[in-house]
């Protein structure tokens, strides 16, 4: 499985950016859940949200409840974060992941695929 992510940039606090993961490759079939994490300077990877491909179902973390919302189109493989009332606690690299298992995990050890980072930088 191949993640392609994209859509990050800079936004001023209060503002809303759209992150987009596209997923390809033979072996797509095996990724079950997908989810995002992100990584900010001197920092362990954090979970950020994550979604089952069978059933919809969500998981947030609590950072980002109520303000980030996981979507995803089965038909074009692509998985969407939509991200509003950014703060700048929310600067930080971005990344897709993919796991075969199609449990939700808040642990980056649980997934199997990972596509590179984007940027996310909230000015104050």
């Known amino acids: 499985v191949q993640l392609q992510a994209s859509g990050g940039g800079l936004v001023q606090a209060g503002g809303s950016l759209r992150l987009s993961c596209a997923a390809s490759?033979?072996?797509?079939?095996?990724?079950?859940?997908m989810g995002w994490f992100r990584q900010a300077p001197g920092k362990e990877r954090e979970f950020v949200a994550s979604i089952r491909w069978f059933g919809g179902s969500t998981s947030y973390a609590n950072s980002v409840k109520g303000r980030f919302t996981i979507s995803g189109d089965s038909a074009k493989n692509t998985v969407v974060l939509q991200m509003s009332s950014l703060k700048p606690e929310d600067t930080a690299v971005y990344y897709c992941?993919?796991?075969?298992?199609?449990?939700?995990?808040?642990?980056?050890?649980?997934?199997?695929?990972w596509g590179q980072g984007t940027q996310v930088t909230v000015s104050s």
């Open positions: 992941a993919a796991r075969r298992n199609g449990a939700h995990s808040y642990s980056p050890l649980a997934y199997d695929y």
């Open positions: 490759g033979r072996t797509f079939n095996n990724a079950n859940n």
